[in-house]
């Protein structure tokens, strides 16, 4: 149980600004009294990108074997979740920022037509095993043609991020997943947006 405490993932391409906004919502949210956790992305729970399985699995096995390894990744998250939560003052309004959630890895195996890694991830579904948020934010790549070129530049060093969705591909993804999962933010930047989503959020805590 959350209790007043609110789950809110942030979702979107790589590079397009998501851990940024969450560094300065936390910052915001900190100085006003709010507790905040911050749930880093699985390139950080793994040590790296190259500690990644390969995008492109060569047999069905292989393939589960992939949705496995980030599904090892999400119990730690979970897990990391639940402790804060029991452990935290709950008087005290709370929020837990979630950078990036396992449905895009649900997605890129669908992309690469892994169908039997995608199954065990429907199944950590069903079965509760995963992070759900109160709300999804997803963040769009910047409109400026040349910040777009410059961060699509710096993409091969995100290998396992490469796929390029946006906010609408993505809806309709959760929801043939789940209807009641469904992001309630569409952003263009992280540096111009942080004012008018900190407003939502704290209607959301309210």
């Known amino acids: 149980m959350t209790g007043n405490a609110r789950i809110i993932a942030f979702e ?16 915001r949210m900190v100085l ?51 402790r804060w939560l029991a452990a935290r003052t709950p ?15 649900m997605r890129i195996r669908l992309l690469v037509h892994d169908q039997a890694g995608y199954c065990r991830y429907l199944q950590a579904v069903k079965a509760g095993e995963v992070v759900l948020p109160h709300m999804t934010v997803f963040v769009e790549l910047p409109e400026s043609p040349d910040e777009q070129r410059r961060r699509m530049a710096c993409r091969t060093r995100f290998p396992y991020w490469e796929v390029l969705y946006d906010a609408t591909g993505y809806l309709e993804f959760l929801q043939e997943v789940d209807e009641s999962i469904v992001p309630l ?12 989503i900190e407003l939502l959020f704290r209607s959301l805590l309210a």
């Open 91 to 105: 008087e005290v309004r709370s929020v837990v920022f979630v950078d990036r959630l396992i449905f895009t890895c």
């Open 12 to 27: 979107g391409p790589a590079l397009a600004g998501k851990t940024t906004m969450i560094e300065g919502l936390e910052k």
């Open 32 to 82: 006003s009294g709010i507790q905040v956790l911050r749930i880093e992305d699985y390139t950080y729970l793994a040590g790296g990108h190259e500690n990644f399985p390969s995008v492109i699995a060569s047999s069905s096995n292989e393939a589960e074997a992939a949705a496995d390894f980030f599904l090892r990744l999400e119990d730690q998250r979970r897990s990391k979740i639940a």
């Open 185 to 196: 933010g569409l952003l263009t930047t992280a540096s111009d947006k942080v004012d008018e």
